[in-house]
């Protein structure tokens, strides 16, 4: 279910999409800078159909029914509307940034998300790599926006144009925006760094739009040039042409490590802690290797 604004929306992004996913792939092979790989880039198309297909599906049996639950509840309402959009931006960007951030800090959710980090290229088809099974839970972290008087279409619609620019900063071709733009707007060179498998760069810049969410709760990272951004995961995936299994990979090690011999609660930890949190320390989250690498730096 879209509303017309929407399809028309999608309708005009396809030949963006075009223009510059195919600029991108002669310019990168021209230059022999290797952005596109065949594999890669037909598991992005992959990915992106199955997300498509659920999204759509599940439109239909429950999403815009849930938002529409919720606007019926709303105890709000705009009567401007210049304000109406703009709040609207605002709070489907923020939305957007928590769900992120709960992508990044509990594992459960972490095992859809990996699929979108999976790859080790970076062009705007890794745009297109989406994270299959989100479509289940998105529409818990839109439904308040319906409480505070929002239209469920309009939520939605919202939602794809700022989807659309999170597609366009998948790029290697621009280097640095201005100044004032990366103060408040997600650059290409902002994202890179969310694609990183640095450990000084793991769960950094997980904005869509607005870069002022990481600042203002303490996950942004600036790209550095002394640290140059090695893209993929710190793990890589066994068997990465496997289509299940690039889908399905972390719900594999998590089955894994809940058969460890533990606790009930260190069982439940290995499903909702952050990924590498593990009872006994060998592996580790994001944050106990930057501090690991910060001591080692002191020490020399």
Known sequence: MQSARESWFLLLSIPLYTIL?????????????????VRD???????????????GLLRWLFYISVLAWSFHHHFFYFQNKYGYWFVLFILVDLAF??????????????????????????????????????????FVYLAPIALLGF??????????????????????????MPRWFEAFFVSPSHHRV???????????????CLIIWDKMFGSFQEELNEEPVRYGLTKPVDHPANPLRIIFHE??????????????????????????????????????????????????
């Not at 309009?154 to 290697?172: E, K, N, P, R």
């Open 194 to 208: 969310h694609h990183a498998s640095n450990v000084i760069y793991l769960d950094k810049n997980m904005g869509m």
């Open 21 to 37: 996913i195919g600029a991108e792939i002669l310019f990168s092979n021209w230059q022999q800078k290797k952005y596109y790989s």
């Open 251 to 300: 719900w594999q090690h998590i089955i894994c490590d809940i058969k460890k011999k533990t606790s009930f609660g260190n069982k439940l930890k290995y499903i909702f802690m952050p990924p590498g949190w593990s009872h006994d320390g060998s592996t580790k989250t994001a944050r106990q290797m930057r501090l690991e690498q910060k001591n080692r730096i002191r020490q020399t």
């Open 41 to 55: 880039t037909i598991q992005n198309v992959y990915l992106t159909i199955l997300n498509a297909g659920l999204d």
């Open 97 to 138: 940034y928590f769900e992120h951030r709960i992508e990044h800090y509990c594992r459960l959710f972490w095992a859809v998300h990996v699929t979108h980090h999976s790859s080790v290229d970076f062009n705007l088809t890794t745009g297109f790599r989406s994270s299959v099974f989100q479509p289940v839970y998105r």
């Open 151 to 176: 239209t469920p279409l309009d939520i939605v619609f919202m939602y794809s144009a700022t989807q659309t620019y999170g597609i366009l900063v998948h790029t290697q071709y621009i280097n640095k």
